[in-house]
């Protein structure tokens, strides 16, 4: 089996995909990494959903709503350190999430070096590599196994020490699961009026379904038109999530969708 997912080798992506399948491969996007999930280039994907600091991966979301089938959770806690040939440096370069789960002590520590936000944390070591005026954000094992090789300036410097990632493994709609603890849908209602998101969580907690996620996101089609991507505490398999599907499916109009991703397990990868 082989899995694709954010590259270069050495992103946060690629250890989260270490769990899945031992030959990996790389996308620069995860749009790009669905798309070839989707046309059978690849037997699974692995994206970045949701981060415990920064929230949604708003990408992650869009590139999931059509086409594939979610097979699985991984959720890996982030350990960010900075990484450097030396402690002279003007330029700190890392995944703009990075950055991010780093605010707090880039704005402490260093308040007068650039920041710039590049394609993975991988890219950011990369460069850190090549120009000694440039840190980089990423695990600290990714200072060795390069020329030259990186000082770890310092461990774990992201803002929470709670930080984790939890990932996404897709793989073709025809292998959705009904069973696992755990289940993504899509609802596109194609429909705004007072009190409708109101009721469709109802739907849920009518049936004791617990939802661990309500997400709204633009549908494209036009300004303030919007669909949302819930997560719930329930399997396909069981009752109570046929009958609480068929309720929303009952309160969408004509144009509206209910996609449903799949059923699946959580997997915690220490890394």
Same mark, same amino acid.
């Given at each position: 089996m082989q899995a694709v997912t954010l590259g270069p080798a050495g992103t946060y992506s690629h250890r989260a995909a270490g769990a899945v399948a031992a030959d990996v491969a790389f996308r620069e996007s995860v749009t790009a990494i669905v798309e070839s999930v989707r046309a059978g280039e690849f037997d699974r994907g692995v994206v970045p959903v949701e981060n415990s600091i920064e929230g949604s991966v708003t990408e992650s979301l869009d590139a999931l709503a059509d086409g594939v089938a979610v097979l699985r959770e991984v959720v890996t806690p982030i350990r960010h350190a900075l990484l450097a040939q030396s402690s002279e440096f003007s330029l700190v370069a890392s995944h703009s999430q990075a950055l991010a789960q780093c605010r707090e002590y880039l704005e402490r !520590?260093?308040?007068?070096?650039?920041?710039?936000?590049v394609a993975s944390t991988a890219r *950011?070591?990369?460069?850190?590599? !090549?120009?000694?005026?440039?840190?980089?954000?990423?695990?600290?094992?990714?200072?060795? *196994?390069?020329d030259p090789e990186l000082t770890v300036l310092a461990e774990d410097i992201q803002d929470r020490s709670s930080n984790a990632t939890r990932f996404l493994v897709v793989g073709p709609e025809s292998e959705r699961s009904d069973a696992g603890g755990k289940t993504s849908v899509v609802v596109y209602p194609a429909a705004n009026y007072p009190g409708l998101l109101l009721e469709l969580l109802e739907a849920f907690a009518d049936r004791d379904i617990n939802l661990s996620r309500v997400e709204s996101r633009p549908s494209g089609r036009r300004l303030g038109d919007y669909l949302f991507h819930v997560d719930f505490e329930a399997g396909l398999y069981e009752d109570r999530t046929d009958e609480a599907l068929e309720t929303v499916r009952g309160m969408i109009a004509d144009e509206g969708w209910v996609r449903v991703l799949g059923s699946y397990d959580t997997e915690h990868v220490v890394g």
């Amino acid at each position: 089996m082989q899995a694709v997912t954010l590259g270069p080798a050495g992103t946060y992506s690629h250890r989260a995909a270490g769990a899945v399948a031992a030959d990996v491969a790389f996308r620069e996007s995860v749009t790009a990494i669905v798309e070839s999930v989707r046309a059978g280039e690849f037997d699974r994907g692995v994206v970045p959903v949701e981060n415990s600091i920064e929230g949604s991966v708003t990408e992650s979301l869009d590139a999931l709503a059509d086409g594939v089938a979610v097979l699985r959770e991984v959720v890996t806690p982030i350990r960010h350190a900075l990484l450097a040939q030396s402690s002279e440096f003007s330029l700190v370069a890392s995944h703009s999430q990075a950055l991010a789960q780093c605010r707090e002590y880039l704005e402490r !520590e260093y308040p007068d070096q650039r920041r710039e936000a590049v394609a993975s944390t991988a890219r *950011g070591v990369a460069r850190a590599r !090549e120009d000694e005026t440039v840190a980089a954000i990423g695990h600290p094992a990714n200072a060795t *196994g390069g020329d030259p090789e990186l000082t770890v300036l310092a461990e774990d410097i992201q803002d929470r020490s709670s930080n984790a990632t939890r990932f996404l493994v897709v793989g073709p709609e025809s292998e959705r699961s009904d069973a696992g603890g755990k289940t993504s849908v899509v609802v596109y209602p194609a429909a705004n009026y007072p009190g409708l998101l109101l009721e469709l969580l109802e739907a849920f907690a009518d049936r004791d379904i617990n939802l661990s996620r309500v997400e709204s996101r633009p549908s494209g089609r036009r300004l303030g038109d919007y669909l949302f991507h819930v997560d719930f505490e329930a399997g396909l398999y069981e009752d109570r999530t046929d009958e609480a599907l068929e309720t929303v499916r009952g309160m969408i109009a004509d144009e509206g969708w209910v996609r449903v991703l799949g059923s699946y397990d959580t997997e915690h990868v220490v890394g």
